[in-house]
């Protein structure tokens, strides 16, 4: 394929939900940009592009109910998706993306982790901002706002939202039209950013396009690759730093409006769609188009559907998903769903499980033997389940270790996933009660299903998803329950402490760093604890120092 050119007269696109359609057609691109219905939609057969052969295909994931296209094998050209949300939907991403012979993503993160799971070709290719005249600080009135969904699925925002109201009386603002939301941020000064799992979010471009001074949460380059911190935008790490920001920069108008216009100038001068537009087309120049059947790109929709259902963002009844299963051939990953989708009914559940340890049916692959061991155990049928854990170790020709209970299982197969990779499927809603599980979390989260607050299991998950972003409010629930059943642990007190800052939980997180100073300082330990947390904050100020210096003076 040619290289194409600012001037792309005779390049013929055809889009899905693309956001970038205009900007892609003020190059000189002929587009047709479809919106077609949620569900699947049989490109090849689309009415509106019968006399209209494309040289690329782009779909954009849509963020509302989710469109799924099938026919793509029959089209001659690059076919490109763009993961809009790719730290919520990864878990079906990683199906879906191998319809396309380039995946794209708004998380820079996210590269290597989408190629993990089985993705030809992926880039980034970051969200945009908004071409919008610049606005002077003194003709704005809101010192502090925040704009976005809060529901109790979003826990960290909602303790966001109340210390921003109760420490700064900050304007909030949610459930309202686009152009309202960018009203509000063309009369706000500071913009605090949250984000739900570590990603660069739509927030960060409108904030930032209108001219606020946007705070944004510590993403390492996910966020300096966009703006320079310090310059462009700035940069927090937890609660106590975000304070001093907003009482300096509200102090020092100037020195904000400085940093916000800066910002905005990136935004105008790299952020615009026709910005995007342009990288987008340098990509596509670089990709050829595969060789897709319809047998393959049929599985990866199917599976799509699949995991959509199991997340309930799909109309789709069980049964039509189970018929969709049955036009597949079996392989391991197909046979592992039929197991899930059938693991209600235990007949049904011994009728899959018996024969494939009978015929030995794919005994060397790791979530089919998870997924028919806790279909096992699902019915208390421990001896079953754990006839899965010896034959996939067997079958590599390893000496399995003895499993004597169902929860020493679920937290074998947790280590074993984990040394996979297999560690968790972010924006995946894990039901134990009604699912099986596929990666490490699920099995340490089924596992507290059989037994309730086991410290084992809670202290596994700790390690496991001590350092992942956006999981603060299940670390707190764990943590704040060990250290009731280990008061005298002044490092765990200490840790809860530290999550509750991160969470924007000002006031838990100074009672609980000053309980676990208290408690280290009983065991002589006062020191220990300091050192501790001067290495936690070596790059920053040591703000937690500081506070327990500021409480040892007042008592």
Known sequence: MGKYTSRNSELKILAIHLSLADALQKTGAKIVNLNPPPGLVDLSRHPAIQDFTPDIIIQQETLGPRTLLLGLEHFSCPRIFWSIDTHLNSFWHKFYGRNFDLVLTTQKHWIEKLQAGELKRVNWLPWSGIKREWRDFKTRKYQISFVGRITAHRPARQWLVNYLKEKFNAFIAQEIPFARMLEIYEQTKLAPNEAIAGEVNFRTFEAASCGCLVLNQDLGDEISSLFVPGKETLIFHHVLELQELLEYYSKHQSQAENIARAGWTRIQREHLPEHRAATLLNYAQNISPGTYTSRQNLKNIVFSFFLLWQNQASSFSKKEIIDLFFKLPIDPEVLSALVELHADKKDKVESFLIPILEQKQYDFHLLLNVTCSFAGLKHNNFPLARQFWYRYFLSKGQEPR??????????????????????????????????????????????????????????????????????????????????????????????????????????????ELILAFETAKKMDKAETILNYLKKKDKLLKNYFVKFLSEHLKRT
């Open 402 to 511: 003895p499993v004597s209970t169902p929860l020493q299982l679920c937290l074998f197969w947790a280590k074993e996933l984990a040394r996979k990779g297999e560690i968790f499927r972010i924006g995946l809603r894990f039901d134990p009660g009604n699912m099986l599980p596929q990666s490490a979390l699920e099995c340490l989260v089924y596992a507290d299903y059989l037994e309730s607050q086991n410290k084992e299991v809670l202290k596994t998950i700790l390690a496991l998803i001590r350092d992942q972003k956006g999981l603060e409010p299940l670390l707190l629930q764990i943590q704040s329950h060990l250290s009731l059943l280990e008061p005298e642990n002044y490092r765990l007190g200490l840790e809860l402490a530290l999550t509750n800052f991160r969470a924007f939980r000002l006031k838990q997180g100074m009672e």
